[in-house]
């Protein structure tokens, strides 16, 4: 927490509060006598708050192994002055491959931050979790025989230069009474795994004493879930909560292997409260692991979609086309008329890009890109697209149907079936508009499975792993349109020839979507002219008022 301070205030030139911290997944466990290395970077500055990497690796000095123990992010905001002025960060600058990914990736986090607490609630409110197993009560521990109370008296040393707590001083309390707790269920001694998402809600300073409240709200097969609180008070006057963390734990045999947990009897009222909110947060946690973490190379490539997962696929489908569109090994196939065709192998996957420049505005040509339903006017590849599904104002979910491929193309799904068996893809399109001036407009689409569009009769179910448009303003009124996509094999055989250079239809395709776009380019109303302005201006009141209440909720408050 020390080193996440200093990196964050040589950026602020200003002091900065701890806001929140992210999912912390411990891979890894540190022994007495190992050497821990902590490396911290600022990986994007917003209006008033900025997100900061942190790895922590570890080193045996007899062995000379090394190895990885967590990743994380925190994001912090700045001070008010004295006189409550908001002070403002100055842009960061990537430079290299790397921290351009993290500076893009760092909006797609910033978006699922906002929107944490309301996922869990509205699992609640969906009645989409269990109840706890009424036939089990009797083998089960009771949850309040794993309560623990502690308290701390916060010394200068637990404290920064503006004698406010050490947010990860009150973190390592929390997990030693989360410790407590996880050992009275378990009767061992378990292992810390994760640390859900939490938010810093108050100050804690020198000469507070800290109120630290844990118990067990519910266990599952191999791990079990520690709700922890934490209070401050002085002698006289009110408790005042600062921060809640939930954490979870494992409990390993001598092989290293998770051991079975036993059953939790939640409390009456609150405890089953808890116990709820349990479930939903491991349902999130699942919903992270299966699609942020889905490895491009298994298969199905397409994920279910869920009203309750929308969010973390909404992220995975954006920041897959911009880490492709990250990647620094492209090679140029062919050329024609300024519109370029380029390749990337990467662990046997094959990725094309086509990209040219056009005489359209950014913005308009987002708009025009982003209604999917009108593609089949200019994309011959396109031969239907439905809208099915409006998400929200960002996320669509289309089924496409494109033209069979001729029998024998290498790759093609048709050939063993027969020539004239069309293709249908059903697509999460998620748009974004850019954060700052050095963003693009992304359109980012990926393969989901619907319940209520399964595959039919007459139709070959294709999958799209990664694809879309990223849009880059370059001068006045033009801009660099790139469309990506992952060669999955339904759609290797569409381009195929146009890689083997035996073809150039990507330029006639090309072609005909900047004709569409120059031909609708003036067509844009004031009100999207007003949304464009909002979007793109990073001192928006719409960019201001999350830093704003995000200030002013931590104003003053720990490191």
């Known amino acids: ?9 040589r950026l602020a030139v200003c002091p900065c509060v701890t806001a929140s911290m992210d999912d912390i997944h411990f891979e890894h466990t540190i022994s007495v006598g190992q050497v821990v290395n902590i490396r911290a970077k600022v990986n994007r500055a917003f209006n008033t708050s900025m997100e900061v990497g942190i790895r922590v690796s570890c080193e045996d000095l007899f062995s000379d192994r090394h190895w990885k123990v967590c990743y994380a992010y925190a994001t912090f905001v700045t001070q008010r002055t004295n006189t409550g002025e908001r002070v403002f960060l100055k842009p960061i600058i990537p430079h290299t491959q790397k921290e351009k990914l ?13 929107v944490h607490d309301d996922i869990i609630k509205d699992l609640l409110s969906h009645a989409s979790i269990q109840q706890a197993n009424s036939s089990a009560a009797d083998s089960a521990v009771a949850a309040v025989k794993t309560r623990v109370e502690s308290v701390e008296l916060v010394l200068p040393p637990h404290a920064n230069h503006q004698v406010n707590t050490f947010g990860g001083q009150i973190m390592a309390w929390m997990v030693n009474v ?56 002085q002698e006289e006057g009110s408790n005042r909560h600062i921060n ?12 290293g292997k998770p051991c079975m947990l036993p059953r939790i009897r939640p409390e009456p009222l609150e405890g089953e409260r808890r116990f709820q909110e349990a479930i939903a947060r491991k349902k999130i946690r699942l919903d992270r692991k299966y699609i942020i973490s889905h490895k491009q190379c298994e298969f199905p490539l397409s994920v279910p979609w869920d009203p309750r997962n929308q969010v973390y696929l909404s992220y995975n ?9 990250a990647r620094n090994k492209w090679r140029i196939s062919s050329e024609k008329d300024k519109v370029r ?17 056009v005489d359209v505005p950014a913005h308009r040509a987002f708009s025009l890109l982003a209604e999917l339903s009108n593609r089949p006017s200019w994309d011959k590849h396109y031969q239907k697209c439905e809208l099915i599904h409006r998400v929200d104002d960002d996320d669509f979910l ?28 059903i697509l999460l399109a998620s748009k974004r508009k850019p954060c700052g001036s050095r963003d693009p407009y992304v359109i980012a689409l990926r393969s989901v499975t619907l319940p209520t569009h399964p595959p039919t009769e007459g139709f070959n179910r294709g999958e799209i792993l990664c694809a879309g448009f990223t849009i880059l303003e370059t001068k006045s009124n033009m801009s660099l349109i790139s469309y990506y996509n992952q060669a999955s094999p339904e759609v290797l055989p569409y381009i195929s020839t146009d890689i083997a250079g035996l073809s150039s239809s990507f330029y006639h395709t090309f072609c005909n979507c900047s004709q569409y776009l120059s031909k609708n380019k003036m067509h844009s109303t004031p009100e999207e002219e007003t949304r464009q302005h909002m979007a793109t201006n990073t001192d928006s009141p719409t960019c201001d008022s999350e830093h704003a209440s995000l200030s002013v909720a931590l104003d003053n408050s720990q490191k």
């Open 1 to 9: 927490m020390r080193l996440r301070k200093r990196v964050t205030e």
């Open 102 to 114: 993290e500076y893009s990736l760092a909006a797609e986090r910033r978006r699922v931050r906002m």
């Open 178 to 233: 989360a410790m407590i707790a996880a050992s009275r269920l378990c009767q061992a001694h378990p292992t810390l795994r994760t640390i859900d998402m939490f938010t810093f809600r108050g100050p804690s300073q020198v000469g507070d004493r800290l109120l630290l409240k844990a118990i067990v709200n519910n266990t599952f097969k191999n791990s079990m879930e520690v709700g922890v609180r934490a209070e401050a008070y």
């Open 244 to 255: 809640s963390a939930f954490m979870i734990f494992e409990v390993l045999d001598k092989h």
């Open 317 to 325: 489908n954006v920041s897959a086309l911009k880490m492709l569109a």
């Open 341 to 357: 065709l380029y390749t990337l192998e990467h662990k046997s996957i094959l990725s094309f890009r086509v990209e040219s420049e």
């Open 398 to 425: 289309y089924r496409v149907v494109t033209p069979s491929v001729h029998q024998g193309a290498v790759g093609s799904p048709t050939a063993s079936k027969g020539e004239g068996i069309l293709q249908d893809f």
